[in-house]
Each structure stands twice: as structure tokens, then as C-alpha cells.
């Protein structure tokens, strides 16, 4: 909560009958725009190609973007990367921009601090490790700068970017959707930097793909409003500074479920948006919590310092428009929410919805059973996790009870981990595999298993279920495919789709090779020779471990089914955060006109060992 909100706060309640103010609209990055004059380009600023990690060429990229009805590109590859810090010019790289229809931005991505994407200069500095030099060298060279991915970077505070935002004028934006929403908590943050820095300071809310591989592909981008005929550097680059675009997430990349307002009218009285929705589909938020829902929002209602709105599409599609800056609101009636024994305590604008509740741990032994106290808002009394429905004009009190849990027995047939496992606890089990058979997957409760076609996985004991029963199924060693079954990786990388900077085999303890994929990294292979069926499932078997000096290491194990033309048409992937050797699977659906599936493998941090991979043919219904 900001200071401005903390006093307010106070103010309000130490004088009684304090009323709610008119609020007047400081900020508006909509103003003075020629609605029907307009142009809508789809842009996409977060791109990466085989000059740094991505895995399509230049050429390739932009081709795929432009297919794509966009008209508006920045190829920005890591700076990390020799010989050159920024994929620029585009024509070094075989493209002809004026056959291409798009309209070209000189970009980078700074790497070595968090991610900072760099627009209109080429400056890259691999050994720079200061967040604060590298924006001051970005505006030396009059460039533009965004925060990538911010949800990447957990130590860092809301404080700690609001001061960030306040000494770089040129810092601009900030990623709210990044690939396929990787890091849902960054409009939290989002709202949490606009309510510290708000009316006088805006950021502009983004949605990039982080183009890498095909799964990334158009699932966010930004539409930018300019002059009807006027896609030029010089227009685009006035609209990004002063806001004047959307920030899309289309998980579906079906566009013509976006909702695209047609226009914006901001009165002495209300924000008013014409749009073609219902009223439920449009969401406007202050201080991080929704406070009103209609496309019309009248001024006169409990704001904060800003008020952003948010259009919600079919199929999970949103649309978020650029935050306004409201002043005058300093009768703004709030409410105190305290929670005990877990999170969501704070000072809430009455009138706020959804505001989300969560129970902390349960101490050991015990499981959470219930909210007490002032509950007639809560939503479920019952889920550790829930949500107030609206906050009111007087304190709320809450607090998360506990009892003693309860002990059921978990049978495993064929396999290990049967026992006695308390209520909500975690047990790992294993399938005992006899000699010439291969697992297959777990039956009986398996709702409560992580990984159902994992030979090793774990089992979360449910809460109040009572007893249940596992079973370790196994087939015939035959049902492996020979494309993909390299136990030693006794061909070293041949095969694999890699750099050799990226990839390194190393011999084991037990004397045998396995692989070494380094961090921020990435390999690929394509299967093929294989003749493959709608309704059959491939499962790829394998052993992983990392191995990291310190941190969060993750990487990702995957397959990606191919159709015509190479277009990616499903994929699938498993996290792997284990530092000891663990047997894991993936599994994928075969849809109609595959052509071959791609195996990949992505480190984020650390080092990612892998060796025995196996992959399965089921067929239909198996």
C-alpha cells in the first residue's frame, strides 16, 4: 500500500463522516486521439532468434510474425551473445524490409542484471551486472526501456522498482504477460509499483511473447493506435513513450475473441469505454483489487491514485488498457482487514472485490480447517485459499483455524511408499519394475498423484478422503520406439539440434556418458521415421537431475507435435527441479496430420544432467 493510501487512511478515519471525493482524471493516454483516424498494429517487442537463444532465424522470425498480421517488430536477441549486441540492421541478416511490410525496431535484451529490454540504440554490456548503469547508459544513447519478465526476480520489492521508475524517465514500461503468462503475479506487482508512483508518474502496462520456440508464439502482444497511413519509427515511438496502446494476452491466438474498445471517453464525470461486450466482461481496478465492473465508471465512485481497466474476451483472452491517473481522491473511505495466522491483511478502498485470503501453513501435525471471526464476506470458510467478496466500511478480523490431522493409509501395489501418510502430507513412491517389463502408468486414486505416467513421483495425502490404493502398471519393453532410445547417449549430441557451448557430455560415477545442458540454454531433436495415429499418446521416459551452486534451479523436459509446414499443434512439458537422479515422464496426445514430434530440453539456471531417454508408443484408448 502506498503512503498517499496509508494517510488518506487515517485521515478518513479520524474524522467522521468523511465523504468520498470527485476524482479528476490527470493522466489520460487516450487524450486528444482521432478515434475514427485510427490504425490498430500488432506489435511484438520481446523477440529472440538464433543470433542469442532463440531457435528460428532472423529471417525466419520475422516472416513468422509478418504471416501473423503483424506489423510491428523488435528483434531483441541477449546481449550477451557475440559478435553483435543488437540483431540490427535487419538487412545484415538477409531481410528486405520494405518487402516485408513491417515496421523494423532497433532492440536488445540486457541480461546480465534482470532482464531489460532496449529500444532505438544498440548498447549491450555482457559483464555489466548494475541494473541502475545499464538503464543510464540505455538513456545516454536516447533510448526507450522496458522491465522484462519482473515475476523472474522474487528478491526484488515493489519499493525497490518504484524508486527504479522514478530516476529513469526513459524506463517506460513494464511486462504484465509474458509468453504464455509465465509470471501471473506480475499485475499484482504491477498494480503495487502504479499505486507507490501514481498520478504523477505512469508505467505502461506490456504483453510479449519472449519469442524463443514455437510455443511461444502470438500469445501476447502489444496493439498499438497510430495515424490512419502513418507506420513510421517517429509515430510509433510517441505512442509507446505516451501510452497509447493495449497490452493483449490471447492464449488461444484465436484474435477474434479480443475485445478492442473503439473508443474512450473521459468526462469531468465517468471513464466511459465503447466497446462491444457486456457490461460483467469489463473490469476496472484501483489499487490492485477490482473495484467496479460496466463499461462506464463514474468518477464519483471509491477511487485510489489511478484506475486501469480490463477487458475480459473468451477463452481467457485480456485486453488491458493503460492506466489512468486520478487526483482529488483524497476522501477516499478505506477499511483495515487483519488476518490472522496468514496473508491478506492490509488497507483496502472500500467497496474493493475478490481480495484474496490464504492460510498460512499448518503447523506440524495439523491441516487447516476453518476461517473465524468476521466470515460473513469470505467466500469458503473451508479453503485454506479463498476470497472476500467486497470489502465494507468497517474493519474486518479473520483468522485461520487449525485441528489435528488425521492419519490414513496409502496402499501401493507393485511399487513402494505404502504406509501411514497424515492429511495433506507428501509421500514419494516408486514402481517396482520387474525385469523385461517397463512402467506404464498409475491407477486407482490417482487424482492425488503429481506425474500419473512418472515411474517416481509423490502423492499428496487429501484432506478428510480417508484411505486410498495405487497401482504400478508395466508393459513389454517392445513398445519402445528405436527413433529415441539412447540409454548412454553412446552417440554423444548427435542428433540433438545444439550449440556446442550449450551441451557437454559427462562421464557419471558409474562410468557412463549423459548429458550437460548449460544454464539459459537450450536442445532439441526431432524424431522422425515414425508413422503416428490421431488418438495415440507418446510418452518420453527420462533421467534428471541439477546441479546449481545455489538459487531456484529449474529446467524444462518436452515434446512438441508438428504438423504441416512445421506449425507447432500441441505441446507438452514437465518441470524438473530435482538435485538428485530422478526417473520422470512427459506424456502427449497424437492429434490429427502429425508429422514428428521434437524432444526438447531447456535449462533456466544452474546445470541440467539428463541420460535414458525412452520414449513410448501407446496406442488409441491404451
Known sequence: MNRTLWMSAFACLLIPGCAIGQARVEVNPYADLDWQALELHKANLHTHTT???????????????????????????????????????????????????????????????????????????????????????IGKRGGLAVMFHPGRYRHRTAQWYIDIYQRFPHLVGMEVYNQNDRYPGDRALYDEVLSGLMPDRPVW?????????????????????????????????????????????????????????????????????????????????????????GKSLPLSANLGDYVRVVL???????????????????????????????????????????????????????????????????????????????????????????????????????GEGSGEVLEESFQQIAASVPEGRVFEVWTGDVEWVDAPRSPTTRVQMPKGRGDITLSATFAEEAVFAPQLRNPSFRDGIEGWQ???????????????????????????????????????????????????????????????????????????????????????AVSGKVVEDVLAPNIFVWMRDGEFHLRNFRLRVHEPGD
Request: glycine share 8%; net charge negative.
Open 51 to 137: 543470433q542469442s537463444d532463440g531457435a528460428f532465424s532472423p529471417r525466419e522470425v520475422v516472416d513468422m510474425y509478418e504471416e501473423a498480421d503483424y506489423t510491428i517488430l523488435s528483434l531483441t536477441d541477449h546481449d550477451t551473445h557475440e559478435p553483435a549486441h543488437s540483431t540490427w540492421p535487419w538487412e545484415d541478416h538477409g531481410i528486405d524490409v520494405a518487402a516485408s511490410g513491417m515496421l523494423p525496431i532497433e532492440g536488445n535484451e540486457i541480461s546480465r542484471p534482470d532482464h531489460i529490454g532496449s529500444y532505438f540504440n544498440d548498447y549491450g554490456d555482457a559483464d555489466q551486472r548494475s541494473v541502475p548503469a545499464a538503464l543510464e547508459e
Open 205 to 293: 502496462a506490456m504483453a510479449n511473447d519472449d519469442f524463443h520456440r514455437m510455443e511461444h508464439f502470438a500469445r501476447s502482444f502489444n496493439l498499438f493506435l497510430l495515424p490512419r497511413g502513418g507506420l513510421n519509427e517517429k509515430n510509433f515511438r510517441r505512442a509507446f513513450e505516451q501510452g497509447r496502446f493495449h497490452a493483449v494476452y490471447n492464449p488461444s491466438r484465436d484474435t477474434s475473441q479480443v475485445l478492442i474498445p473503439e473508443q474512450v471517453v473521459v468526462t469531468e464525470d465517468a471513464i466511459e469505454l465503447i466497446v462491444d461486450c457486456e457490461d460483467d466482461q469489463v473490469v476496472w481496478i484501483s489499487h490492485g483489487h477490482e473495484i467496479h465492473r
Open 312 to 414: 475480459k474476451g473468451a477463452e481467457g483472452t485480456r485486453t488491458l488498457l493503460q492506466p489512468f491517473g486520478l487526483a482529488g481522491t483524497e476522501g477516499r473511505v478505506v477499511t483495515e482487514v487483519s488476518v490472522a495466522n496468514g496473508s491478506g491483511s492490509g488497507v483496502y478502498l472500500a467497496g474493493s472485490r475478490a481480495v484474496t485470503i490464504r492460510a498460512d501453513d499448518a503447523p506440524d501435525g495439523q491441516v487447516f480447517d476453518r476461517w473465524t471471526g468476521d466470515v460473513d464476506r469470505v467466500a469458503d470458510v473451508d479453503a485454506a485459499e479463498t476470497y472476500l467478496r467486497s470489502i465494507g466500511d468497517q474493519p474486518m478480523r479473520i483468522e485461520a483455524a487449525y485441528r489435528p490431522a488425521e492419519a490414513y493409509t496409502l496402499t501401493v501395489e507393485h
Open 498 to 584: 545444439a550449440r556446442p557451448e550449450d551441451v557437454r557430455l559427462v562421464v557419471g560415477d558409474d562410468g557412463a556418458q549423459h548429458l550437460a545442458v548449460q544454464r539459459r540454454s537450450g536442445i532439441m531433436q526431432r524424431v522422425d521415421g515414425m508413422e503416428l495415429e490421431a488418438g495415440q499418446r507418446l510418452t518420453l521416459y527420462f533421467e534428471a537431475k541439477i546441479t546449481s551452486p545455489g538459487g531456484d534451479p529449474v529446467g524444462f523436459v518436452g515434446m512438441q507435435f508438428l504438423g504441416a509446414d512445421d506449425e507447432e499443434l500441441v505441446s507438452n512439458s514437465i518441470t524438473v527441479r530435482s538435485r538428485q537422479w530422478a526417473l520422470l
